[in-house]
Every structure is written in structure tokens, then in C-alpha cells.
């Protein structure tokens, strides 16, 4: 199909939801992807963080053929192979007793099911949220996200959520109390603008939710496995979450989240919670190889060492229309003194594709297996665009 003929098919049949950039992509291998013209591009978006391994890993496409032919579906009302390995794998990954988990099919939902499991576990119903953060697009989840443009057409038919300031352990203080279900927070606000929680919040946080009686939730749908430098974006911070939400990577591009608590909470209530893809053997095969490969290829410490090495590289090239350059590991924020869009769609036509965070930052959020090399094409892009 050519690229008119795409173009006018999505355009006249979809939703009208999305703003979309005029190139149809249709190939991707490793870190680059192949529009419909032929034409490559480096991928510095991962597909929103989701190919933390590159486009079509051989480990993950190899274990979505055997299992495809296998069994691709089976509720969870009956156990499965696949399904329980993955179990297996996760509490490996997790640190600390971070061992139970519910399935579902995107991050969204995995938010949803965390507050669920903070609800459940606390018998309370209040919910502390930062201000700048993105937690998703159904209602419950965006009760949460700070967003006003997502948030607004919706507000009445919302749970009740205060937003506190970002990083302000005073204000977390005074907002967490003994009402308070869940406190949800990202490791790194990704959306907001690529910032950092620092380390010092986040164990404020857990010291006073240890106090109350409230969940700490971590939102890691973005900066989990490996992106971050550690294996979850809250390892940094030398503490542990009752709550973690997983999305985006965990199964190599296939469509799957994950709910994380703590063993010590228990299980929740039969039939409080479920999904009928939740937990499907495809998924879980692919997420299999996909987890064991970003293990056993060390990713996280890739990240960590070319992520540090390219944020270096570019505050080392000063550029006039950049305002500072933040993030950790392979997520990485350049705030420009002027609007992204442009830059985006210069950055595009030079061959790299990049995200926006906000309305003035670029977000870089390559395939945690990016090269060096590859990197330095990257910012090579980037000095030609804003120099
Ligand atoms: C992408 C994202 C979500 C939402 O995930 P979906 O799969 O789009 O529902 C939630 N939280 C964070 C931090 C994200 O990056």
C-alpha cells in the first residue's frame, strides 16, 4: 500500500484522537524503522518506551512463533505454563518481597488495577497524585494525570484526587493522611517534562505512608526495566514500593501491564479484580524473552553508562536553544527555550525520530540497545537542528 493511500484510509476511518506525523511506518529491525517510502529512520522513541530491546528482538519473535503455535489464548480462570514462568521471572526481577502480581493488557489498566489493590488492602479510598503527572487515559487513571487538556472534558465523572507539588516532601506531608489509599508517583516523570524524583522525596514518601497506613505506588509503566539505569526506576532511591505499575517494555512490544505488591499485603479478594486477556500465553511467552533478554544483556547498566555518556554529551555542546538537559539513563529531557514541534519534525527529516514531553522538551527514549555510535548520530542531529 502506498503512502497516499494510507494516509487517506487513517485519516477518514480512525478516531481523530491523535495528531499524527506524515510518515507511515511499516518495517522496523533493531533500533531503526522503514516508512512506506523506503526511507530509514533511527527510532529514538522505542514506540513510546516499548521497544527496550530494538524492533523485532530474534529472542522475542522466536518465542511468539513457538507459542502462537502452541495455545495463544487461555483465561485465567485455568492455569498455564507460560503464565507461571513469567511469575517466576518477575519475582526474580523484583527486589524485596515484591512478589505478587495481577496481568492485564496496557498501562492504563495497570494503574486502574493498583488502585484497586491500594483500595482493597487499606479499606480507604483517597488518593495523593503529583502535579506534571501522566498515569493514562481511562478515567480512573486520568484522575490522576496532572494534564488539563486530558483531564478536563472528563472532571465530573472523576474520583477525587489531590495533586501536590512534585518533589515537595512538606507538601506530600500535609497531603498524605490517614484517609489516604494511595500516594502515586513516577521514579522519573516521563510525560511532565523528563524530571527526576529525588532520592531524598521518594524515601520522605515512604516514611510518612509507612506512618499513616497508606500505599506507596510507583509508577515504573515507563522507566521499568532497565530505562533508568537500574532494573526500576525506584532502586536509585534505596527504598521499596508497596505498589509498582508495569507496562510499556515488559513483553517486547505485545501489548501487556502488570500490578506488583508486596507479599507481605497478601492476596486480594476472589473476584475483586480481572481481565480477559489479562495474562494470555502469548503474552506471557513474549515477556519471557523479553525480560530474560534485558537481563541477561544487562540492559540496565547499558543504559545507565551510554545514557550518562550521551546527557554529557549534549550539556557539553551548549547549544543556544537549549535551556538544560535532564534525566536518567536512556530517558532524556532537553528543554529548549523555544516550542519542540518544529524540532521534531526537522529532527525527522534528518532521519531521527524523538518525542515531545510537554510543549518545550525533547524526550529521547531509544531501545536500551543503542550504541554509542548510534547515539553519536543522534546528537550529531540535534547539534545541526538547535546549534
Ligand atoms: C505510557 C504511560 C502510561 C499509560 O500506559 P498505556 O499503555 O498508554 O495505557 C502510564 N504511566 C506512565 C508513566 C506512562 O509512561
Given at each position: ?17 491523535y ?9 522496523g ?27 523485532c528482538?530474534p ?30 521471572l ?5 527486589p ?28 480507604r ?19 490522576m ?30 497531603a498524605i ?10 521514579p522519573?516523570q ?13 524515601q ?16 515504573e ?6 530505562r533508568?539505569?537500574?532494573m ?10 508497596d505498589?509498582?505499575?508495569l ?9 501487556m501491564?502488570?500490578v ?15 481481565s ?6 502469548l503474552?506471557c511467552a ?11 544483556l544487562r540492559?540496565?547498566?547499558h ?13 557539553d ?9 535532564r534525566?536518567?539513563?536512556?530517558m ?8 519542540v ?14 518525542l ?9 527514549l531509544?531501545?536500551l540497545v ?9 546528537r550529531?542531529a ?6
Amino acid at each position: 500500500m502506498d503512502t497516499t493511500t494510507i494516509f487517506e484510509l487513517e485519516d477518514g476511518h480512525g478516531s481523530g484522537a491523535y495528531a499524527k506525523r506524515p510518515i507511515a511506518l511499516v518495517k522496523g529491525r533493531g533500533v531503526y524503522v522503514w516508512d512506506a517510502d523506503g526511507k530509514r529512520y533511527l527510532d529514538a522513541t522505542s514506540g513510546q518506551g516499548v521497544a527496550a530491546l530494538g524492533h523485532c528482538h530474534p529472542a522475542v519473535l522466536a518465542a511468539i512463533n513457538a507459542q502462537a503455535s502452541q495455545l495463544i489464548t487461555s483465561q485465567e480462570a485455568f492455569y498455564n505454563d507460560r503464565r507461571a514462568e513469567l511469575y517466576t521471572l518477575l519475582a526474580k526481577l523484583t527486589p524485596g518481597d515484591l512478589d505478587q502480581f495481577f496481568f492485564c493488557n496496557s498501562g492504563a489498566e495497570a494503574i486502574e488495577g493498583a488502585l484497586k489493590v491500594a483500595m482493597l488492602l487499606t479499606g480507604r479510598a483517597g488518593i495523593v497524585a503529583a502535579k506534571r503527572s501522566f498515569h493514562g487515559r481511562t478515567t480512573g487513571a486520568l484522575s490522576m494525570t496532572w494534564t488539563q487538556k486530558y483531564r478536563k472534558p472528563f472532571m465530573g465523572w472523576l474520583p477525587r484526587v489531590s495533586h501536590v507539588p512534585f518533589n515537595d516532601i512538606d507538601a506530600a506531608r500535609a497531603a498524605i493522611t490517614d484517609e489516604t489509599a494511595a500516594v502515586v508517583v513516577e521514579p522519573v516523570q516521563g510525560e511532565g517534562g523528563v524530571h527526576p524524583a529525588s532520592r531524598a522525596y521518594l524515601q520522605a514518601l515512604r516514611q510518612h505512608c509507612d506512618e499513616v497506613g497508606a500505599m506507596l505506588v510507583l509508577d515504573e509503566i515507563q522507566t521499568g526495566f532497565g530505562r533508568t539505569g537500574d532494573m526500576f526506576g525506584f532502586e536509585a532511591a534505596r527504598i521499596l514500593p508497596d505498589i509498582m505499575a508495569l507496562g510499556k517494555a515488559i513483553a517486547g512490544g505485545l501489548p501487556m501491564g502488570a500490578v506488583c505488591w508486596r507479599s507481605a499485603h497478601g492476596q486480594i479478594p476472589r473476584a475483586s479484580h480481572g481481565s480477559t486477556f489479562g495474562g494470555n500465553p502469548l503474552g506471557c511467552a513474549a515477556a519471557i524473552a523479553a525480560l530474560s533478554a534485558i537481563r541477561d544483556l544487562r540492559l540496565s547498566e547499558h543504559a545507565g553508562e551510554v545514557g550518562g555518556w550521551m546527557t554529557d554529551e549534549l550539556r557539553d555542546l551548549n547549544l543556544r536553544g537549549v535551556r538544560e538537559v535532564r534525566g536518567r539513563g536512556l530517558m532524556i529531557g532537553i528543554e529548549l527555550r523555544g516550542r519542540v514541534s518544529p524540532v521534531l519534525k526537522q529532527l525527522q527529516e534528518r532521519g531521527i525520530l524523538t518525542l515531545p514531553a510537554g510543549l518545550n522538551t525533547l524526550r529521547l527514549l531509544p531501545p536500551l540497545v543503542i550504541t554509542r555510535d548510534e547515539l553519536a548520530t543522534a546528537r550529531d542531529a540535534i547539534a545541526e537542528t538547535l546549534g
